[in-house]
Each structure stands twice: as structure tokens, then as C-alpha cells.
């Protein structure tokens, strides 16, 4: 059975910056895309980055790009999500998902199986 533990979350002013990690186990994960989608109160849940596991490729939502890094740690079997440059628009549940699509990767919600419960990310202004 597969598990995503996620943790760093934690309230930061604007401009700082916060790492999130999700320690993945229960299967290998060679083929899968591993991503962190975040949901705003009121809001529906957005993909933020992802990472192919067995690649090391990497995507990011145009509101991240140049501001966050998706990272993974093989032997630890752990992805890191490195956020500098915060925003209060950047609060959010942050949840780190695991799912298959193949080469490439993918952005939505519904292609990820496995989800993590979620840490909160808090940046006041």
C-alpha cells in the first residue's frame, strides 16, 4: 500500500522561503510522476510541479516557475519542494500525489492514484 507522508509546512512572511518534503513507500516508483498540487480555501486543487521519478524530469505551473524547485532523493525515496520568493497567494494545503502517465507528465488532479494528506503553507503579508 502506498504512503505519502508530507511535512515543512509552517506559517512565513512574504518573501521567505519553505521546503516541503513527501517520504513516499510502498511500492517502487521507477515509471511514476511524483508532483505536489496545492488547494486554496474556496478554491479547487492546482498542480504546482511535478518530477518523473526514474527521469528526473521536471514541470512547473507558470505561478511557480522561477520561484519553486522539485527535487528527489532515490535512496530516501522522498521529493522535496523548495518555495523561495513567497507569496500570501501562495497559501495553501500543499499535497504531495503519485501517479503513471507514461513519458510524460502529467497536470491534472485525476491522472495522480496516491495522495498524501496534506501540509499547510501559510505566508502573511
Known amino acids: 500500500q502506498v504512503q505519502l507522508v508530507e511535512s515543512g509546512g509552517g506559517l512565513v512572511q512574504a518573501g521567505g522561503s519553505l521546503r516541503l518534503s513527501c517520504a513516499a513507500s510502498?511500492?517502487?516508483?521507477?515509471?511514476?510522476?511524483m508532483g505536489w498540487f496545492r488547494q486554496a480555501p474556496g478554491k479547487e486543487r492546482e498542480f504546482v510541479a511535478a518530477?518523473?521519478?526514474?527521469?528526473?524530469?521536471?514541470y512547473y505551473a507558470d505561478s511557480v516557475k522561477g520561484r519553486c524547485t522539485i527535487s528527489r532523493d532515490n535512496a530516501k525515496i522522498t521529493i522535496y519542494l523548495q518555495m523561495n520568493s513567497l507569496k500570501p497567494e501562495d497559501t495553501a494545503v500543499y499535497y504531495c500525489?503519485?501517479?503513471?502517465?507514461?513519458?510524460?507528465?502529467?497536470?491534472?488532479?485525476?491522472?495522480?492514484?496516491?495522495w498524501g494528506q496534506g501540509t499547510q503553507v501559510t505566508v502573511s503579508s
Open positions: 510502498g511500492r517502487t516508483f521507477n515509471s511514476y510522476n
Open positions: 518530477i518523473g521519478w526514474g527521469s528526473g524530469n521536471t
Open positions: 500525489a503519485v501517479g503513471y502517465q507514461g513519458l510524460r507528465i502529467g497536470i491534472r488532479s485525476n491522472e495522480y492514484n496516491y
